[in-house]
């Protein structure tokens, strides 16, 4: 299968890499040309588009920040939309792995259904480290059909490939685990800022929390990070304040009380607004001491 890759950045890139590693014949498009030259260097089956049309194929991964830059890369002039129509494809499957808005990305798969564009929304959960391993959890939201087109491309990327329902379930997911991630790292801020005020050894403290139920994924992963005080890279603060006005927004629109959702979004918004937007989501310890 030929397939299109649209976003090669730090999430991108492996996913793409991965594919390729399948089998799969990969047209690759970023809006930094040099990010999609990296992962076709050396890479027979990869190619390197020079406009987003020129990356649609019958089927079309989307990873980038969020659903206002993949609209624009189906609509543009150059865009996918005009790709498929001068190809001959009449009925394209696009993956959208962004994290989105789960209303939105809905109300628009209505609207490109009317021109026979089928959307598959697939977000993932497990960061970089999952996307180079090839373990990512990927929730998808569409119609029973179009995951069957697509399952093999998912199944080269991710460990977990669950169908949780129609288009925008897959996001509302997504939200449900953003809501999560975001509410777990403001407990270890508070827990790590405690220990910290309290004079205990922080590392025999974190090791003791990670063997009992208080043991966490996200402990594991950002304990090296407390240690440390490295806070660069990794999953943004400004991606997770998105994340968790999402879940807000879904909360209201359902009759869902959010407050922890809410406090944990106005502590990434604080974050935000004292230029903190790119460190790793675990820094919010700094607003909390």
Same mark, same amino acid.
């Given at each position: 299968?030929?397939?299109?890759?649209?976003?090669?950045?730090?999430?991108?890139?492996?996913?793409?890499?991965?594919?390729?590693?399948? #089998?799969?014949?990969?047209?690759?498009?970023?809006?930094?040309?040099?990010?999609?030259?990296?992962?076709?260097?050396?890479?027979?089956?990869?190619?390197?588009?020079?406009?987003?049309?020129? %990356?649609?194929?019958?089927?079309?991964?989307?990873?980038? *920040?969020? &659903?206002?830059?993949?609209?624009?890369?189906?609509?543009? *002039?150059? =865009?996918?939309?005009? #790709?498929?129509?001068?190809?001959? /494809?009449?009925?394209?499957?696009?993956? /959208?792995?962004?994290?989105?808005?789960?209303?939105?990305?809905?109300?628009?798969?209505?609207?490109?259904?009317?021109? @026979?564009?089928? &959307?598959?929304? %697939?977000?993932?959960?497990? #960061?970089?480290? @999952?996307?180079?391993?090839?373990?990512?959890?990927?929730?998808?939201? =569409?119609?029973?059909?179009?995951?069957?087109?697509?399952?093999?491309?998912?199944?080269?990327?991710?460990? +977990?490939?669950?169908?949780?329902? *129609?288009? #925008?379930?897959?996001?509302?997911?997504?939200?449900?685990?953003?809501?999560?991630?975001?509410?777990?790292?403001?407990?270890?801020?508070?827990?790590?800022?405690?220990?910290?005020?309290?004079?205990?050894?922080?590392?025999?403290?974190?090791?003791?929390?990670?063997? @009992?139920?208080?043991?966490?994924?996200?402990? +594991?992963?950002?304990?090296?990070?407390?240690?440390?005080?490295?806070?660069?890279?990794?999953?943004?603060?400004?991606?997770?304040?998105?994340?968790?006005?999402?879940?807000?927004?879904? @909360?209201?629109?359902?009759?869902?009380?959010? +407050?922890?959702?809410?406090?944990?979004?106005?502590?990434?918004?604080?974050?935000?607004?004292?230029?903190?937007?790119?460190?790793?989501?675990?820094?919010?310890?700094?607003?909390?001491?």
């Amino acid at each position: 299968m030929s397939i299109g890759f649209v976003g090669t950045g730090p999430m991108g890139a492996p996913m793409a890499q991965n594919l390729l590693a399948a #089998g799969f014949d990969v047209a690759l498009w970023n809006r930094t040309a040099v990010r999609a030259e990296d992962v076709a260097r050396g890479e027979q089956r990869a190619t390197v588009a020079a406009t987003p049309a020129d %990356a649609a194929r019958p089927v079309v991964v989307v990873m980038l *920040p969020d &659903l206002p830059q993949v609209r624009d890369i189906v609509e543009r *002039p150059d =865009g996918l939309r005009e #790709g498929w129509r001068a190809a001959g /494809v009449t009925d394209p499957v696009l993956v /959208v792995m962004s994290t989105v808005s789960p209303v939105a990305v809905a109300e628009w798969a209505r609207e490109l259904a009317a021109e @026979g564009i089928r &959307l598959v929304d %697939a977000p993932v959960s497990g #960061g970089v480290e @999952g996307a180079v391993a090839g373990s990512l959890s990927i929730m998808v939201g =569409g119609a029973d059909a179009d995951l069957a087109l697509v399952r093999s491309v998912l199944d080269a990327m991710g460990a +977990t490939v669950r169908h949780v329902g *129609p288009v #925008g379930a897959g996001s509302l997911t997504k939200t449900c685990n953003q809501i999560v991630v975001g509410g777990t790292l403001n407990a270890l801020a508070e827990a790590v800022a405690i220990a910290r005020a309290g004079g205990l050894d922080l590392a025999t403290v974190l090791e003791v929390l990670g063997a @009992g139920l208080a043991g966490s994924q996200l402990l +594991t992963d950002k304990t090296r990070r407390y240690l440390t005080g490295d806070y660069a890279h990794g999953g943004a603060c400004r991606t997770q304040l998105k994340d968790l006005e999402f879940g807000i927004a879904a @909360g209201h629109a359902l009759g869902v009380d959010t +407050t922890l959702t809410e406090v944990a979004r106005d502590r990434y918004q604080r974050m935000v607004d004292r230029g903190d937007a790119e460190l790793d989501h675990s820094a919010v310890i700094r607003v909390v001491v």
